[in-house]
């Protein structure tokens, strides 16, 4: 069956450093893959999308990488800031399909 | 504010009363999504809407639950005879159907509690 893995465990990390946050998936050919960070007791909020034919995406101190071969996504944030403690959530998209599946979404806090 | 907005932000209610949660997507918006989300894991779809014409449901959709977008604005999700399994947070989504737009806008969510 389909799966998409979202490390369940906080990443705790400095501010100032780079956190590093990892989508795995199995069984899925996705067109694309969105990445949404998520304020407790909010909605997520769309942070960059990434389509199968790209390697990388940048978005200010925001990076997305996707590798069809791992299956796998990298989500980096560079110099974090404790502004940036949220849980960010991966999303995986079909071709043809409107409708997103989510990961259950990693934990982060940066610690001042 | 433009953007998404949900009604009621709470509801408590009795095990096998009825509710109704409201969304009002982006005004330019005609794709409109409905998720469920409990505590640690991620939005998990429920329905979809293009213009007023429900496209998708979830196979994991209760009959109990139902939909409708009539005028292809706001949008409504009835749950009838809530069970203690209903309770979670109910997300709306709104997008563009315009050229290859994935990208979704969150409203702020309806949280449920059956008790």
């Known amino acids: 069956s389909q799966k998409i893995e979202q490390n369940s465990e906080a990443l705790n990390i400095q501010e100032g450093k780079t956190a590093t946050l990892t989508c795995n998936y199995t069984?899925?050919?996705?067109?694309?893959l969105q990445w949404y960070r998520q304020d407790p007791g909010r909605g997520p909020v769309f942070l960059l999308l990434?389509?199968?034919?790209?390697k990388e995406k940048r978005k200010e101190r925001l990076k997305v990488t996707f590798d069809t071969t791992l299956k796998q996504s990298l989500f980096h944030i560079t110099a974090s800031q404790p502004a940036d403690s949220a849980t960010y959530l991966c999303?995986?998209?079909?071709?043809?399909?409107?409708?997103?599946?989510f990961g259950r979404g990693t934990s982060l806090i940066v610690h001042p | 504010d433009t953007g998404v907005s949900q009604n009621p932000r709470h509801k408590i209610t009795k095990r096998g009363q009825n509710v109704t949660f409201r969304c009002d997507p982006i005004?330019?918006?005609?794709?409109l999504y409905w998720y469920r989300q409990t505590l640690g894991q991620g939005p998990e779809f429920l329905t979809y809407?293009?213009?007023?014409?429900?496209?998708?449901k979830s196979r994991l959709l209760s009959d109990r639950f139902s939909a409708e977008r009539p005028k292809g604005s706001f949008s409504t999700l009835e749950i009838q005879r809530t069970e203690q399994g209903d309770s979670a947070m109910y997300l709306c989504?709104?997008?563009?159907?315009?050229?290859?737009?994935?990208?979704?806008?969150f409203g702020p969510g309806t949280r449920l509690t059956v008790t």
């Open positions: 989504a709104s997008s563009l159907a315009l050229g290859r737009s994935y990208e979704q806008y």
């Open positions: 999303a995986l998209t079909s071709g043809g399909s409107y409708i997103p599946t």
């Open positions: 990434i389509r199968e034919n790209e």
């Open positions: 005004s330019e918006h005609n794709r």
């Open positions: 069984n899925y050919s996705p067109a694309y």
């Open positions: 809407f293009q213009n007023e014409a429900q496209l998708e």
